[in-house]
């Protein structure tokens, strides 16, 4: 078997980010629910731009975020997702080529224009999210190359894609190109009403064995294992999954390894300022020590790091040298 | 004569920033002049953007940065500048009308894209500029509505866009009509190539009495007095103008009123991080006071302090409460 040349590839949304602030009357306005991500159509995004404030645009997308933060710790990563050929299109294009990731899906010629989530950050820098999915929800089965699959250590999968009908497809024929090929499957759970649709099919995949890292909060681990209580939750998912990584906030983040558990505090943060993209950049931390083979104590304390460095500026990838950061903390 | 309805109308470019930190290396490597903005056709500016890293998209623009932050600070705007319809120009257009700025100027449905500026921020915070102009400089000149530009107190124009014939010859019917219907004229010199290729345009409008209030920076001054040295500059220019201001970065800013002199020095700024839009930010901070009849002090004071706002984050437009800033100075 060849020896992988990629880190990390996911499969994700390629989405660009319009973020401006609002204020809690805001979100009352118009009925969405702080701290969520929800779906919407063309016509909602289009009433919710016209009546948010001036904006901000930044390449998302979870998965994307995640690499972005996996190429500034000095990983070779690949991106697989589609936009449109608009200019918000090229935008994310060029914005993840510029981190040095490999992006070779084609741009979408015809359909709906490339996604956008428009972000709404409270004074209390929680981010709620309306996401339309545009171009990225058509990612085609074609659109996966088996060589880039198998090129990689480990396969990245965001839980938001699991939703629409193609990438879906996609998604499992990746889990199965990888796991034959022998490489790692990790998984981020994404939000609730993913898992409040597809949780059956999580459970499927984690009792079948075909993920060997989960990502998740809190709140996600609760609804995949229907219980009240993390530490319900916990004791419900970890004994399922070789490596179980669940991120509480303030309230640092919790990794299960084989059985054993593992605790860090969250990083300082002097301002924390937006919130969006915590978790994408916690899970790129981990996974850049983790794919180095370090200890688990440190695969969390250079997640909670990028987590700190995204949540204190507006946008969801890293403005500051997350290596220069790395070394500060003695990493 | 009717009262009018505007404080401020302005008339400049419609551009989106695409923020991207560099280095010294990367400015050599391109053959850019730090600090400097230089118009790029859409080859080279396609050349640029494929080398430089990962970028942020804010709405920009000197102009319309300035009205943003009059906007802010409470007073009553409009906005005259052409974008293309296009998703750049949805977001230009979405983001000054979601300021409260009057703006109506119609898209161009045809010709080339929207104008944006590749700006290059190195880690001394300094920026360099690279702007495509798009269909910002083909604003016919049909697109001044007479009546608008009476409605307004403060007709402020924007010297990067006397350079395309077009909106030069839009912008002198604009100070006729402004000056017959008893408003008073601002323009900022905006950066040294206008002031080499249109000096003596410049010189003509300011002897023949066409400016009431002149903005400038140290090299600005300079270049328009054919002068080496602040001060002589300084003596060249202000017999010429009832209000004529300077702005020296750290060494913070000059006014000249009808012969008196007055100084502020720069407000604190925790970090510097990016200084795009400095100068346009300091603009609106004195305009606003300036409209509001508040003493030459007071109006270089909210100056600096709407200037060391925006060059403590990336983007030029203000993020914090400016209003808030103002109360907190007891101003």
Redesign the interface.
Known sequence: MNQPTLDVVAIGNAIVD?I??ADDAFLAEHALTKGAMQLVDADTADLL??N????????GGSAANTL?GLAALGLKCGFIGQVAD???GQ?FA???R??GVTYTTDMANDGP?TARCLIMVTPDAQRTMNTFLGASQNLPAAALDPDVIRSANILYLEGYLWDPDEPRAAMRSAIAIAREAGRKVAFTLSDGFVIARHGDDFMDLINQGQIDILFSNEAEIQALAKVDGFEEAIAAIAPKVPLLISTRSEKGAVAVVNGVRHEVAAAPVTQVVDTTGAGDLFAAGFLAAHVEGKPVEECLKLGSIAAAEVIS???A?P?ADLKALRAQAGL
């Not at 948010?52 to 390449?59: D, I, P, R, T, Y």
């Open positions: 319009v401006a602030q731009y016209d948010m404030g001036a904006g901000l645009e930044v390449s972005a608009d200019q918000l935008v060029h914005d993840i510029a981190l224009p500026h507006y946008g990838r403005e």
